[in-house]
């Protein structure tokens, strides 16, 4: 093989493997909530919504922060805590993004939430800095099937702690 082709062939690796790797894990993308309030908009948009209520409610984890229907709300480790969501494309297709301007409900701090730009404009609701995401494999309120997945995806507790134990009882793990 040339060089040149050697080169082109790594690069499409590389950037193979760094899509799977922002997707955490394997799942099917096609799965997700199967009604919303919200829009979706192309392949993997964010979730958006013009405001985004954030309360607290209890779990396996002892209470944590999820939004206004209920369902958990994460954090991603490789984001910028409160500049930059690095959760894109094929990533928010299982992880979408709590976007709009968060209000806050029930059991959270009001001087924890905030927002960040998304790259593409949109203002994703964020807690104590950490860009919010819910996960598509949870299908009902109390859901934290996606808690510690990768070693990157985390539910947040009201304090803006993340909890970093990975089995509540309530899900989580797919076994692979």
Same mark, same amino acid.
């Given at each position: @093989? ?40 192309g392949t993997g948009a964010a ?23 209920? @369902? ?28 709009? #301007? ?23 609701? #964020? ?50």
């Amino acid at each position: @093989m040339r060089p040149t082709r050697i080169a082109a062939v790594g690069g499409l690796l590389l950037a193979g493997t760094q899509l799977l790797a922002a997707c955490g894990g394997g799942y099917g993308a096609g799965s997700g909530p199967s009604s919303s309030s919200t829009t979706q908009s192309g392949t993997g948009a964010a979730t958006r919504t013009s405001a985004a209520k954030v309360g607290a409610a209890d779990s396996s984890f002892g209470s944590i922060v999820v939004d206004g229907r209920g @369902m958990t709300l994460y954090t991603y480790s490789p984001d910028v805590r409160g500049k930059k969501s690095n959760c894109e494309a094929g990533c928010l297709a299982l992880w979408p993004a709590l976007t709009g #301007t968060p209000t806050a409900g029930t059991g959270v701090e009001k001087k924890l939430l905030g927002t960040i730009r998304r790259s593409d404009g949109t203002p994703q609701a #964020t807690y104590d800095g950490w860009p919010l995401y819910r996960f598509a494999q949870d299908s009902a309120p109390g859901d934290v099937k996606g808690q510690g997945l990768d070693g990157i995806w985390y539910v947040v507790r009201p304090d803006g702690s993340k909890v970093t134990q990975t089995s509540g009882g309530g899900g989580g793990g797919y076994g692979y």
